[in-house]
Protein backbone atom coordinates (compact mmCIF):
# COMPACT_ATOMS: atom_id res chain seq x y z
CA UNK A 1 0.00 0.00 0.00
CA UNK A 2 1.29 3.70 -0.64
CA UNK A 3 2.51 5.37 2.42
CA UNK A 4 0.53 8.77 1.73
CA UNK A 5 0.58 9.35 5.65
CA UNK A 6 3.43 10.62 7.86
CA UNK A 7 3.61 10.51 11.42
CA UNK A 8 5.79 13.07 12.86
CA UNK A 9 6.71 11.95 16.60
CA UNK A 10 9.14 13.76 19.34
CA UNK A 11 9.07 14.91 22.71
CA UNK A 12 7.43 18.03 23.71
CA UNK A 13 9.11 21.25 22.67
CA UNK A 14 11.34 19.49 19.94
CA UNK A 15 9.62 21.48 16.92
CA UNK A 16 6.94 19.12 15.51
CA UNK A 17 4.92 21.78 14.81
CA UNK A 18 7.16 23.96 12.71
CA UNK A 19 8.83 20.44 11.14
CA UNK A 20 4.96 19.49 9.82
CA UNK A 21 4.62 23.07 8.23
CA UNK A 22 7.63 22.62 6.49
CA UNK A 23 7.58 18.92 4.85
CA UNK A 24 3.69 20.17 3.72
CA UNK A 25 4.94 22.53 1.95
CA UNK A 26 6.99 19.97 0.30
CA UNK A 27 4.55 17.63 0.24
CA UNK A 28 1.57 19.33 -0.58
CA UNK A 29 -0.30 17.69 2.02
CA UNK A 30 -2.58 18.83 5.32
CA UNK A 31 -1.85 18.12 8.90
CA UNK A 32 -4.03 16.45 11.48
CA UNK A 33 -2.99 17.18 15.22
CA UNK A 34 -2.94 14.34 17.60
CA UNK A 35 -2.76 16.21 20.45
CA UNK A 36 -5.02 15.79 23.43
CA UNK A 37 -5.60 19.69 24.42
CA UNK A 38 -4.84 21.62 21.16
CA UNK A 39 -8.07 20.83 20.66
CA UNK A 40 -9.43 23.13 22.85
CA UNK A 41 -10.51 26.64 22.33
CA UNK A 42 -9.27 29.79 24.31
CA UNK A 43 -5.99 27.25 25.35
CA UNK A 44 -3.55 28.60 22.84
CA UNK A 45 -0.39 29.68 25.31
CA UNK A 46 -0.46 26.67 27.50
CA UNK A 47 -0.84 24.44 24.92
CA UNK A 48 1.65 25.67 22.71
CA UNK A 49 -0.93 25.96 19.59
CA UNK A 50 -0.02 26.94 16.24
CA UNK A 51 -1.26 29.96 15.66
CA UNK A 52 -3.03 31.40 12.07
CA UNK A 53 -0.03 33.14 10.81
CA UNK A 54 2.50 30.25 11.76
CA UNK A 55 0.44 27.54 9.69
CA UNK A 56 1.40 29.10 6.37
CA UNK A 57 -1.60 28.85 4.65
CA UNK A 58 -1.55 24.83 5.47
CA UNK A 59 -4.35 23.54 6.19
CA UNK A 60 -4.32 22.17 9.94
CA UNK A 61 -7.39 19.81 11.29
CA UNK A 62 -8.51 18.52 14.90
CA UNK A 63 -7.17 22.16 16.69
CA UNK A 64 -9.32 24.38 18.60
CA UNK A 65 -12.16 23.27 17.74
CA UNK A 66 -14.23 22.05 21.72
CA UNK A 67 -15.13 23.74 24.36
CA UNK A 68 -12.62 23.75 27.49
CA UNK A 69 -15.82 21.76 29.06
CA UNK A 70 -16.01 18.97 26.83
CA UNK A 71 -14.42 15.11 27.27
CA UNK A 72 -12.60 13.72 24.09
CA UNK A 73 -11.54 10.50 24.04
CA UNK A 74 -8.48 8.68 22.01
CA UNK A 75 -11.85 6.35 20.47
CA UNK A 76 -13.14 9.84 18.58
CA UNK A 77 -9.99 10.57 17.72
CA UNK A 78 -9.82 7.34 15.91
CA UNK A 79 -12.79 8.30 14.53
CA UNK A 80 -12.36 11.85 13.45
CA UNK A 81 -9.12 11.07 11.82
CA UNK A 82 -10.89 8.36 10.22
CA UNK A 83 -13.17 10.31 8.36
CA UNK A 84 -10.75 13.06 7.63
CA UNK A 85 -8.37 11.04 5.65
CA UNK A 86 -11.07 9.82 3.66
CA UNK A 87 -11.79 13.44 2.85
CA UNK A 88 -8.19 13.89 2.16
CA UNK A 89 -7.69 11.11 -0.11
CA UNK A 90 -10.32 11.85 -1.84
CA UNK A 91 -8.66 15.09 -2.82
CA UNK A 92 -5.13 13.39 -3.62
CA UNK A 93 -3.78 15.13 -0.51
CA UNK A 94 -0.65 13.89 1.76
CA UNK A 95 -1.66 13.78 5.23
CA UNK A 96 1.03 14.59 7.94
CA UNK A 97 -0.16 13.85 11.90
CA UNK A 98 1.78 15.72 14.06
CA UNK A 99 1.90 13.90 17.20
CA UNK A 100 1.60 15.34 20.80
CA UNK A 101 -0.44 12.70 22.70
CA UNK A 102 1.80 9.31 22.69
CA UNK A 103 -1.45 7.50 23.51
CA UNK A 104 -3.26 8.70 20.44
CA UNK A 105 -0.16 8.60 17.73
CA UNK A 106 -0.09 4.55 19.15
CA UNK A 107 -3.48 3.60 18.89
CA UNK A 108 -3.59 5.15 15.45
CA UNK A 109 -0.77 3.39 13.99
CA UNK A 110 -1.15 -0.11 15.49
CA UNK A 111 -4.90 0.82 14.63
CA UNK A 112 -5.34 -1.61 18.58
CA UNK A 113 -9.21 -3.24 18.55
CA UNK A 114 -10.23 -1.68 21.81
CA UNK A 115 -13.74 -2.24 20.81
CA UNK A 116 -12.72 -5.76 21.36
CA UNK A 117 -12.07 -5.39 24.78
CA UNK A 118 -15.24 -6.31 26.94
CA UNK A 119 -17.11 -3.65 29.20
CA UNK A 120 -19.39 -4.13 32.07
CA UNK A 121 -22.19 -0.67 32.52
CA UNK A 122 -22.58 -1.99 36.21
CA UNK A 123 -18.94 -2.24 37.00
CA UNK A 124 -18.08 0.97 35.22
CA UNK A 125 -21.59 2.90 37.64
CA UNK A 126 -20.23 1.38 40.61
CA UNK A 127 -16.55 2.89 40.02
CA UNK A 128 -18.51 6.65 39.01
CA UNK A 129 -20.09 6.46 42.09
CA UNK A 130 -17.05 5.63 43.74
CA UNK A 131 -15.68 8.90 42.09
CA UNK A 132 -18.24 10.80 43.37
CA UNK A 133 -18.27 10.06 46.77
CA UNK A 134 -14.05 9.33 47.66
CA UNK A 135 -13.38 12.13 44.69
CA UNK A 136 -11.14 10.70 41.43
CA UNK A 137 -7.45 10.80 43.45
CA UNK A 138 -8.55 8.07 45.34
CA UNK A 139 -9.15 5.99 41.75
CA UNK A 140 -6.14 7.45 40.73
CA UNK A 141 -4.66 5.95 43.51
CA UNK A 142 -5.95 2.77 43.78
CA UNK A 143 -5.62 2.25 39.89
CA UNK A 144 -1.38 3.27 40.93
CA UNK A 145 -1.28 0.44 43.53
CA UNK A 146 -2.43 -2.40 41.39
CA UNK A 147 -0.86 -1.34 38.18
CA UNK A 148 1.82 1.63 38.39
CA UNK A 149 2.89 1.42 34.86
CA UNK A 150 -0.85 2.38 33.43
CA UNK A 151 -1.35 4.92 36.05
CA UNK A 152 1.54 6.74 34.98
CA UNK A 153 -0.16 6.89 31.70
CA UNK A 154 -3.24 8.63 32.93
CA UNK A 155 -3.54 12.13 34.06
CA UNK A 156 -4.69 11.63 37.76
CA UNK A 157 -8.09 13.92 36.67
CA UNK A 158 -8.74 11.90 33.90
CA UNK A 159 -12.16 10.34 35.41
CA UNK A 160 -13.22 8.59 32.23
CA UNK A 161 -9.49 6.30 31.30
CA UNK A 162 -9.33 5.67 35.10
CA UNK A 163 -12.27 4.15 35.67
CA UNK A 164 -11.83 2.60 32.42
CA UNK A 165 -8.49 0.92 33.27
CA UNK A 166 -9.93 -0.22 36.98
CA UNK A 167 -13.06 -1.59 34.90
CA UNK A 168 -10.53 -3.80 32.69
CA UNK A 169 -8.87 -4.39 35.95
CA UNK A 170 -12.42 -5.56 37.02
CA UNK A 171 -13.15 -7.75 33.74
CA UNK A 172 -9.97 -9.19 33.42
CA UNK A 173 -8.25 -9.79 36.70
CA UNK A 174 -5.35 -8.76 34.98
CA UNK A 175 -3.44 -5.40 35.11
CA UNK A 176 -4.63 -3.02 32.48
CA UNK A 177 -1.39 -2.31 30.94
CA UNK A 178 -0.85 -5.89 30.27
CA UNK A 179 -4.18 -6.40 29.11
CA UNK A 180 -2.84 -3.68 26.16
CA UNK A 181 0.04 -5.21 25.66
CA UNK A 182 -2.00 -8.71 25.03
CA UNK A 183 -4.05 -7.19 22.44
CA UNK A 184 -3.10 -8.03 19.09
CA UNK A 185 -2.02 -4.87 17.46
CA UNK A 186 -1.75 -4.62 13.68
CA UNK A 187 0.78 -2.27 12.30
CA UNK A 188 -0.84 0.37 9.80
CA UNK A 189 0.71 0.12 6.44
CA UNK A 190 0.14 3.05 4.78
CA UNK A 191 1.97 5.18 7.64
CA UNK A 192 5.53 6.45 7.57
CA UNK A 193 7.03 7.55 10.70
CA UNK A 194 9.64 10.32 10.99
CA UNK A 195 11.09 11.08 14.89
CA UNK A 196 12.30 14.35 15.78
CA UNK A 197 15.12 13.52 18.60
CA UNK A 198 18.05 15.73 20.61
CA UNK A 199 19.44 14.36 23.52
CA UNK A 200 18.62 15.18 27.25
CA UNK A 201 20.16 18.59 27.53
CA UNK A 202 18.88 19.95 24.74
CA UNK A 203 15.09 18.55 24.99
CA UNK A 204 15.35 19.77 28.62
CA UNK A 205 16.89 23.56 27.72
CA UNK A 206 14.13 23.87 24.74
CA UNK A 207 11.69 22.66 27.84
CA UNK A 208 12.72 25.43 29.60
CA UNK A 209 13.17 28.47 27.15
CA UNK A 210 9.08 27.38 26.32
CA UNK A 211 7.81 27.60 29.28
CA UNK A 212 10.12 31.17 30.42
CA UNK A 213 8.27 31.98 26.82
CA UNK A 214 4.73 31.17 27.56
CA UNK A 215 4.93 33.22 30.72
CA UNK A 216 6.03 36.20 28.57
CA UNK A 217 3.50 35.73 25.93
CA UNK A 218 0.66 36.15 28.77
CA UNK A 219 -0.01 32.46 30.00
CA UNK A 220 -1.14 33.95 33.46
CA UNK A 221 -3.56 35.50 31.73
CA UNK A 222 -4.97 33.35 29.58
CA UNK A 223 -5.96 30.93 32.47
CA UNK A 224 -7.20 33.92 34.75
CA UNK A 225 -8.94 34.96 32.03
CA UNK A 226 -10.70 31.50 31.36
CA UNK A 227 -11.89 31.47 34.92
CA UNK A 228 -13.73 34.43 34.95
CA UNK A 229 -15.44 33.36 31.93
CA UNK A 230 -16.45 30.91 34.22
CA UNK A 231 -13.93 27.64 33.25
CA UNK A 232 -14.25 25.41 36.50
CA UNK A 233 -10.81 24.46 37.17
CA UNK A 234 -11.74 20.83 37.07
CA UNK A 235 -12.78 21.17 33.25
CA UNK A 236 -11.24 18.30 31.23
CA UNK A 237 -9.03 21.37 28.62
CA UNK A 238 -7.46 22.23 32.28
CA UNK A 239 -5.86 18.97 32.74
CA UNK A 240 -3.24 20.25 30.38
CA UNK A 241 0.31 20.56 31.46
CA UNK A 242 0.97 23.70 33.02
CA UNK A 243 -3.13 24.87 33.87
CA UNK A 244 -3.24 23.26 37.44
CA UNK A 245 0.01 25.09 38.46
CA UNK A 246 -1.15 28.67 37.03
CA UNK A 247 -4.79 28.25 38.86
CA UNK A 248 -2.87 26.99 42.23
CA UNK A 249 -0.49 30.20 41.89
CA UNK A 250 -3.40 32.62 40.95
CA UNK A 251 -5.40 31.12 44.35
CA UNK A 252 -2.32 32.33 46.44
CA UNK A 253 -1.24 28.91 46.61
CA UNK A 254 2.77 29.00 45.36
CA UNK A 255 4.47 31.81 44.66
CA UNK A 256 5.27 32.70 40.77
CA UNK A 257 8.58 31.54 40.82
CA UNK A 258 7.73 28.15 41.91
CA UNK A 259 5.11 28.07 39.71
CA UNK A 260 7.24 28.19 36.79
CA UNK A 261 9.50 26.09 38.13
CA UNK A 262 6.59 23.11 38.70
CA UNK A 263 5.17 23.52 35.02
CA UNK A 264 8.97 23.14 33.92
CA UNK A 265 10.04 19.73 35.84
CA UNK A 266 6.20 18.64 35.18
CA UNK A 267 6.90 19.26 31.46
CA UNK A 268 10.17 17.38 31.79
CA UNK A 269 8.89 14.58 33.18
CA UNK A 270 6.24 14.37 30.72
CA UNK A 271 9.09 14.61 27.75
CA UNK A 272 10.60 11.46 29.13
CA UNK A 273 7.50 9.59 29.34
CA UNK A 274 7.49 10.65 25.59
CA UNK A 275 10.38 9.17 25.02
CA UNK A 276 10.24 6.26 26.52
CA UNK A 277 7.01 5.15 24.54
CA UNK A 278 8.29 6.59 21.11
CA UNK A 279 11.34 4.02 21.38
CA UNK A 280 9.03 1.28 21.41
CA UNK A 281 8.30 2.31 17.83
CA UNK A 282 9.56 0.30 14.64
CA UNK A 283 10.90 1.99 11.74
CA UNK A 284 11.11 5.55 13.00
CA UNK A 285 13.07 7.42 10.27
CA UNK A 286 14.52 9.89 13.54
CA UNK A 287 16.31 12.97 12.40
Known amino acids: MKKDITLIIGPTGIGKSSYAVSLAKQKNAAIISADAFQIYKYLTIGTAKI ?16 SPNDHYSVGQFLKDVDILIKKLRANCQHIIICGG ?12 PFDSLKSDPQIRLNLTNLAKQKGIN ?4 TLHQVDPER ?18 YKLYNKKPSQIIQDTPLTLRSDVSIIGLMGNKDIIDKKINNRVDQMIKDGFIDEVND ?9 CPGFRALGYQQVIDYLNGGIPLNEMIELIKVKTRQYAKKQITWYKKYKNVDWI
Request: proline share 5%.
Open 51 to 66: LPEQQDNIPHYLIDFL
Open 138 to 141: FLWE
Open 101 to 112: TAFYTHSFIYNQ
Open 226 to 234: LLKKGFSKN
Open 151 to 168: AANIHPNNKHRIIRALEL
